[in-house]
């Protein structure tokens, strides 16, 4: 064929239309005069070139009128040296930006169009197929590893990405124990499927309380905007869709989900569809995604069925039937204990990957935890004690179905006031306002004014003292904003530089304040907002100046400083004065649940019904606000304390209980 | 509003039904049972693959698909056989015309690429293009599901496209492929330059204090000394990027895996008569 391919079977690309500068020309331009071209850099269609005049480097463009110039030979003869323009110089023939080859056979095929034969359509289908198919690459090197934003890398994370890639083709049960990342693997999973085109449409399902913490992680880390499930909205459009478990098994978003063919599904805390019988365990089986990632530390809680179900879900009929499996596989007598635990290794070991704390060598850094318990100074505690009587005062006077109106008001309130007098100024002034306290007004009033009186904190001069006692970088966490600002302002008096981290800031002043606590600042003064998934790894003391009555919240802000990649043990000061709701959920959280000592893995299933987002504060309002003494304090809370013990201990016992189970049975090795 | 339907196309296929298609394609008798699919093969097909019979399976539920990796050098084996050659096909469609327009027989040719760029960046891509054969007014081309294989009747009836139409074609569809590259070429090789460039500006630097030093009336030194030195700087640093440059593109190829004539034909009964296409 005629204008086919170059002579050497390549094709050159982008011959461009420039001028053809180089750098050593020599110009003349009607203004500057004689200069000489030290830097040239193609632009769409035209040079910009730097060319140094006699008064000064310019840069301009190549459309300029310039005129090249050529020196003349001596007049002995010998080219004056060096001659910038001269073959020597300029010799350098710029390879063409781009080159390709013509695979072999195209002539062959050329010629076929003209003559034949033909191939039927139907093999002309099949071989593009193939084609396509073939497209797809190997999984031996993973592309994602490069587009990861301030993950670091375990080697038992990329492992199970490659196992789950290679070897159980995208349908993985991820089992590993507490605090090894299983949501690093499941966003390694995904983002390599998203990378390679095989996964268009992903769903991720978590617990309610999750979901704000995963969009925020795939966001963060794995470059991921995630659409988060909201009724009202057309979320169904979305590829990547984040939603609660609950939100969408509910009957008006079911048929949807199911609609939207997601090619891969991850669920998180998968231990929840343990039961074959249950709307969730249906609604994902009826979902039949290509690709299914289940992630839990603990997939058998009480039966060796449970851990059928969910296989069930990933592999149908790998372990056989319900009743084949409970006859081959379960002692007689005992759910829990398992037989022929070799050939069930076998089974699992296709679908399951489990990597223990003890099969890996990475430090796991210990939590050290003082509580430093103080007495408020005279006017505070005065405070405290007017604002504690007139909410409850407020609440208990108020019928049932009235008091939610201001009953947020009153537990903002009376949880600013545990936080600092200042957080709580602005609250009593707005409660002022409000024609419910109608009858109540000059008593608030009065503590609006004696909030204002209140110039220092008794809390402060303890942290002051931590600071100044040690040159450690230190996080200071409070709930409220006027809280923050004191602090941030009561520091910087004291010298200290401090650097401050809200949710009002943009993305760009997060992330300065971030880079300023790295760089120069010792403290940095934070509310939870936004904060989540922010790498504070470089700090290793962590202040709460107030306290969460949150369990979750109060883990979450632990948790950014003590994570995979923390190489210091993290000391954790909680600052509760005596005889405030704060100092009653602390010895919950700290007596019962043991947050501060160890990472729990499931906080929702300790919580049990206290797991919804809210339900904890308001039992604990509900408890401070109607008690009528301490005795009422002592016993309520006791029962509250009661309640999570026992959800504590009933995770240690399952924890354990998979430990012994599953250690033996799983492994996580990338076949050869 | 209602919700979306399953966007899954056609294209899909598992690669059980994939090689099961092979197969078929390639004459071998296939039956599907459930999730399995049994091939009874020519002797040609035996002989290349070492086996008389094939079965397939899909994976119990049918959702991942596994295919016949329980013998993974077989489904390497099959895979090649569907990719063994390039295929060339020809395809018709009624002939269709634009208002007022007479309904003539037209040509265009459809090249199926497939592009290794050779950067690990960029990912392969099969590429088509679809081009027509002759110069001004070439008509409208008939939407790709109007395509099909000539009856015999209109095999006799058409004709061979001209070769120096087909030649013009060729190095259009070329061009059109550099564009491809250089679009896609480009971010890297920009990153590429950039790198060179940032390398090459504490040189730049050096260079201006010489010229700086040039002017400044220290003449002593031989015209253009210094401006020599720094070309040469300069040069090795082109040289660099150059070889760079060819070292990445010398693995970009282009191969033409299918290619199909189309030819819209006029009949006896135009498509409108018919009731659209075929």
């Known amino acids: 064929m005629g204008p086919a391919v170059s002579r050497d079977g390549r094709r050159g690309v982008g011959a461009g239309l420039f001028r053809g500068f180089r750098v050593g020309d020599r110009v003349v331009h009607k203004t500057f005069g004689e200069g000489l071209i030290v830097e040239v850099r193609d632009r769409d269609g035209f040079e910009v070139l730097e060319i140094a005049f006699p008064e000064g480097i310019r840069r301009l463009t190549s459309l300029y009128p310039l005129e090249p110039l050529r020196r003349a030979p001596r007049s002995d003869g010998a080219e004056s040296a060096p001659t910038l323009a001269s073959p020597r110089a300029g010799s350098l023939e710029m390879t063409p930006r781009a080159e390709f080859r013509i695979g072999a056979g195209a002539e062959e095929m050329l010629q076929r169009i003209l003559t034949g034969p033909y191939d039927p359509l139907r093999e002309h289908d099949v071989h593009l197929r193939t084609e396509r198919y073939t497209l797809h690459r190997g999984f031996d090197r993973l592309l994602c590893l490069e587009h990861l934003h301030d993950v670091q890398q375990y080697e038992h994370q990329v492992q199970a990405c490659m196992t789950v890639l290679r070897r159980m083709r995208g349908r993985s049960l991820l089992a590993d124990e507490v605090g090894l990342g299983k949501t690093i693997e499941a966003g390694l999973v995904l983002k390599e499927y998203l990378l390679r085109g095989l996964v268009q449409r992903a769903l991720v399902l978590v617990p309610a309380s999750l979901v704000e913490q995963w969009d925020q992680e795939l966001r963060r880390k794995f470059d991921l905007e995630f659409a988060i499930l909201k009724h009202g909205t057309a979320w169904w459009e979305e590829p990547l869709l984040l939603a609660s478990m609950d939100t969408a098994k509910l009957l008006r978003h079911r048929d949807k989900v199911a609609a939207a063919a997601f090619d891969l599904v991850v669920v998180d805390e998968a231990h929840r569809l343990k039961n074959q019988k249950t709307l969730a365990w249906k609604f994902l089986d009826r979902l039949a995604p290509r690709y299914l990632l289940l992630l839990t530390a603990t997939p058998v809680q009480n039966d060796l069925h449970e851990l059928y179900n969910l296989v069930q879900l990933l592999r149908p009929g790998l372990l056989g039937t319900y009743r084949t499996f409970g006859r081959e596989y379960m002692r007689r007598g005992d759910r829990r204990m398992p037989q022929n635990t070799a050939r069930l290794a076998t089974l699992l070991g296709e679908t399951m990957i489990r990597t223990t704390r003890a099969s890996t060598s990475i430090r796991f850094p210990k939590r050290e935890v003082k509580n430093i318990l103080f007495d408020l100074s005279e006017p505070e505690r005065a405070l405290y004690d007017d604002v504690t009587r007139l909410v409850r005062r407020l609440v208990q006077g108020q019928k049932e179905s009235r008091r939610g109106a201001i009953k947020l008001t009153l537990l903002t309130l009376q949880k600013e006031i545990g936080s600092s007098t200042f957080a709580a100024a602005p609250t009593l002034a707005k409660l002022m306002q409000r024609d419910g306290v109608a009858p109540f007004r000059p008593e608030v009033e009065a503590l609006w004014r004696m909030a204002r009186c209140i110039d220092n904190n008794a809390k402060f001069e303890g942290v002051a003292r931590i600071i100044s006692a040690s040159r450690e970088k230190v996080v200071i966490f409070t709930q409220f904003r006027a809280t923050l600002e004191f602090l941030a302002r009561s520091l910087r008096a004291g010298g200290i530089r401090v650097a401050t981290f809200h949710g009002a800031l943009t993305l760009r002043e997060k992330e300065a304040a971030i880079a300023q606590f790295r760089d120069r600042a010792r403290v940095l003064v934070s509310t939870e907002a936004g904060g989540e998934g922010r790498n504070l790894q470089f700090c290793h003391v962590l202040v709460n100046y107030d306290l969460p009555w949150n369990p979750m919240r109060i883990e979450q802000r632990i948790g950014r400083l003590h994570r995979l990649g923390q190489e210091h043990d993290v000391h954790v000061f909680n600052f509760t004065a005596r005889n405030t709701v704060e100092s009653y959920v602390l010895e919950i959280v700290h007596e019962k649940i043991n947050l501060f000592r160890s990472v729990i893995g499931d906080l929702d299933m300790v919580l049990g019904p206290y797991a919804e987002a809210g339900t904890f504060e308001d039992a604990v309002f509900k408890i401070w606000a109607q008690a009528r003494g301490d005795r009422d304090l002592e016993r309520e809370f006791g029962k509250l304390g009661a309640a999570l013990l026992v959800g504590r201990k009933r995770f240690a016992a399952v924890e354990e209980l998979d430990r012994r189970l599953l250690d033996g049975l799983s492994s996580n090795e990338t076949p050869s | ?278």
């Open chain 2, 1 to 278: 509003m209602k919700p979306r339907r399953n966007r899954r196309g056609p294209e899909r296929s598992e690669l059980p039904e994939l090689l099961a298609a092979i197969l078929e394609a390639q004459g071998a008798t296939v039956e599907r049972q459930g999730s399995a699919w049994e091939a009874a093969l020519p002797s040609t097909l035996a002989r290349d693959l070492g086996t008389a019979r094939v079965r397939i399976l899909a994976s119990p539920a049918g959702r991942a698909a596994r295919g016949a990796e329980n013998d993974a050098p077989l489904t390497e084996r099959i895979l090649l056989v569907g990719r063994s050659r390039g295929a060339v096909t020809r395809l018709v469609a009624p002939a269709q015309t634009g208002k007022g327009g007479v309904a003539t027989t037209r040509h265009w040719v459809r090249f199926h690429w497939r592009i290794r760029y050779g950067i690990d960046g960029v990912a392969e891509e099969l590429l088509t293009q679809t081009l027509p054969l002759g110069g001004k007014g070439v008509g409208i081309r008939p939407p790709d599901a109007a395509f099909r294989e000539p009856t015999d009747e209109e095999r006799t009836r058409l004709t061979a496209p001209e070769p120096e139409a087909l030649a013009s074609v060729w190095s259009r569809a070329l061009r059109l492929i550099e564009s491809r590259i250089r679009l896609r070429m480009k971010p890297h090789e920009d990153k590429m330059r950039r790198e060179l460039h940032r390398e090459m500006r504490q040189l730049s630097i050096h260079f201006r204090s010489l010229i700086a030093e040039e002017r400044s009336g220290r003449r002593r030194r031989a015209e253009d000394r210094e401006a020599g030195r720094m070309l040469q700087l300069k040069e090795d640093w082109e040289r660099k990027l150059a070889a760079a440059i060819r070292q990445r593109a010398h693995d970009t190829e282009a191969q033409l895996v299918a290619a199909a004539l189309l030819t819209s034909v006029v009949g006896a009964r135009s498509s409108r008569a018919r009731g659209g296409p075929v």
